[in-house]
């Protein structure tokens, strides 16, 4: 009984685990009249792209998971594109700010998407595909049926022999010999590494699942609370200090830190690489000191949003609500990272990580 509730619980909590998706034999819902294009490019599924191959990618700017699969579609779009293969991006947004189409349009071309996509912010598509995660990727025939559904990232093999077998159905003389198709590796489990669960910060998902919070003050909804050290750790969470403004996907600094008033959010962790979801809530960047086991960041260790200070601290500049890479080429033990921010105005969403496997994307 107790595993029933908590299962109600989330799909309470978080709408995007609930509803059962298009399974393959569905018709593909059309996109709707009104959808928000990022490109100039509109296809229509019942006109423009009848008789193609289709693939309908959801995605969102601020998850990993999304931004390591970029490569393998942009790999595919440039080679199967000449034979009448399209994809179709739709962005359904995770946070808030996510939904925002000027922060959808500048991730779209910060990432230099080849093929057109839709910024979803009223989620009118992703409710007709029943989607539930990203990414999720819905593979649709020349006769516009679903025929073939993929969940996250890896088995990207399996897709493209999908897309090549769907493709020789209207073209059985395609010589598809110039693309050979590497065979599927494992991207989790020992061989790859250890890698940490993905970490929640706001009272939305973190008071019930992907964020513990370790102080005892806890989640207060809506509250600007002054939090207490604390030397309590916790494996799936984090540690506060200071005065943090609580929400509902973020902790917001209220003050920045001084030297008798420290303002501090960290996790501990294991994983090979660390990214973490930040934003402003002023016009103006906000610098956030980051350290690593209470030291500055080694130059080897530092990720393409770290940079070093003329004091010697290493620090991010928050000026976008983005996903910022913080870490990278750890080793697997345990070790802490640390915020701090210099001002009010830090907004903390998520912490997400990597692994030894899925080191080799592209770091736009």
Not at 129 to 136: E, H, Q, R, V
Request: hydrophobic share 35%.
């Amino acid at each position: 009984m107790a595993n029933v509730v908590v299962v109600v619980l989330l799909l309470l909590l978080w709408p995007s685990c609930a509803g059962a998706e298009l399974t393959p034999g569905t018709p593909a819902p059309e996109f709707p009249k009104d959808a928000l294009w990022l490109s100039a490019q509109k296809p229509s599924l019942s006109s423009d792209l009848k008789g193609k191959v289709v693939l309908v990618e959801f995605w969102e700017y601020t998850c990993i998971n999304c931004i390591r699969t970029f490569p393998r579609l942009k790999e595919l779009y440039r080679r199967y594109q000449p034979f009448g293969f399209e994809i179709i991006g739709v962005h359904k947004g995770e946070f808030g700010f996510a939904s925002q189409v000027e922060n959808v349009v500048r991730a779209y071309n910060r990432f230099a998407l080849p093929y057109p996509s839709i910024a979803d912010v009223k989620d009118k598509i992703w409710r007709l595909y029943d989607s539930n995660g990203w990414p999720n990727s819905f593979l649709i025939d020349q006769d516009g049926v679903i025929r073939d559904v993929h969940h996250g990232e890896g088995g990207y093999g399996k897709m493209e022999r999908s897309i090549q077998d769907l493709l020789r159905r209207r073209n059985a003389s395609i010589d598809f010999s110039p693309f050979p198709i590497a065979p599927d590796k494992p991207l989790f489990g020992p061989p790859c590494g250890l890698q940490s669960d993905e970490i929640f910060v706001g009272y939305r998902r973190g008071s019930s699942w992907g964020g513990q919070l370790a102080n005892s003050e806890g989640f207060q909804r809506e509250r600007a609370v002054v939090y207490q050290p604390t030397s309590k750790r916790v494996p799936r969470g984090f540690f506060v200090e200071g005065w943090w403004l609580n929400r509902a996907d973020d902790f917001e600094s209220v003050a920045g830190s001084k030297p008798k008033a420290r303002v501090s959010l960290g996790i501990t962790y294991q994983a090979r690489d660390v990214y973490v979801v930040l934003g402003s809530s002023s016009k103006k960047p906000v610098e956030v000191w980051v350290t690593r086991d209470g030291r500055p960041v080694p130059e080897v260790l530092r990720g393409k949003d770290v940079h070093l200070a003329s004091d010697g601290q290493t620090v991010v500049t928050v000026d976008q609500h983005r996903m910022y890479y913080v870490l990278t080429k750890e080793d697997d033990e345990n070790h802490e990272l640390v915020l701090l921010p210099r001002k009010a105005g830090l907004q903390v969403y998520s912490f997400s990580f990597g692994n030894r496997c899925l080191e080799h994307f592209d770091r736009l």
